[in-house]
T-cell receptor, first 114, second 115 residues
Framework: DAGVIQSPRHEVTEMGQEVTLRCKPI?????LFWYRQTMMRGLELLIY????????DSGMPEDRFSAKMPNASFSTLKIQPSEPRDSAVYFC????????????FGPGTRLTVL | AQTVTQSQPEMSVQEAETVTLSCTYD???????LFWYKQPPSRQMILVIR??????QNATENRFSVNFQKAAKSFSLKISDSQLGDAAMYFC????????????FGQGTRLTINP
């Protein structure tokens, strides 16, 4: 079975532009997570979904960030407008269910905002 | 709030030797899970091993094993017979059972394998 798929792998954009990151979770997984990795803050959860419904978005840094999951096989993380401090690696992860289920990570998207 | 601390920013070991990476955590919960993830230069986060807090037996996966000390809130990773492919960042992570699903990560330890 394919793992978590993220696109693009790299994104370079200019400040003020809209950025959309995409994720396809592992088929059959009920949970989807968006994490951000920076040198200063390490790995931090931005938002997660259960059965396509956002459950906890307390990690979303500000209103410029939004995430959607229109169906069980696709999610987007959008930044509008982007700023240089948004430069980071963004990971999508999925897990089969709650409890102690392991989260499986995608390869990440490296975002650079100039 | 739960926190995870990895006190060793960098570690190095000779190929074929054994190395132990340290992790401590702080929580008031009694039921939780602990994980070690590996992040090689490709930046893919790969699960190495997991431990359920209610299990007294330490988890083992081939050359990887943990020393879980619940009372001390310590969760170290031992890598035996180190191989060049083990070179990576290693992250310790915590997740409470039920409730919030998020993983709380430590800052990571960069492991170098010397040939």
């Amino acid at each position: 079975d394919a793992g978590v798929i993220q696109s693009p792998r790299h994104e370079v954009t200019e400040m003020g532009q809209e950025v959309t990151l995409r994720c396809k979770p592992i088929s059959g997984h009920d949970y989807l997570f968006w994490y951000r990795q920076t040198m200063m803050r390490g790995l931090e959860l931005l938002i997660y979904f259960n059965n396509n419904v956002p459950i906890d978005d307390s990690g979303m840094p500000e209103d410029r960030f939004s995430a959607k999951m229109p169906n069980a096989s696709f999610s987007t993380l959008k930044i509008q407008p982007s700023e240089p401090r948004d430069s980071a690696v963004y990971f999508c992860a999925s897990s089969p269910g709650g409890g102690g289920d392991t989260q499986y990570f995608g390869p990440g998207t490296r975002l650079t905002v100039l | 709030a739960q926190t995870v601390t990895q006190s060793q920013p960098e570690m190095s070991v000779q190929e074929a030797e054994t190395v132990t990476l340290s992790c401590t955590y702080d929580t008031s919960e009694s039921d939780y899970y602990l994980f070690w993830y590996k992040q090689p230069p490709s930046r893919q986060m790969i699960l190495v091993i997991r431990q359920e807090a209610y299990k007294q037996q330490n988890a083992t996966e081939n050359r990887f094993s943990v020393n879980f000390q619940k009372a001390a809130k310590s969760f170290s990773l031992k890598i035996s017979d180190s191989q060049l492919g083990d070179a990576a960042m290693y992250f310790c992570a915590y997740r409470v059972l039920g409730g919030a699903q998020k993983l709380v990560f430590g800052q990571g330890t960069r492991l170098t394998i010397n040939p």
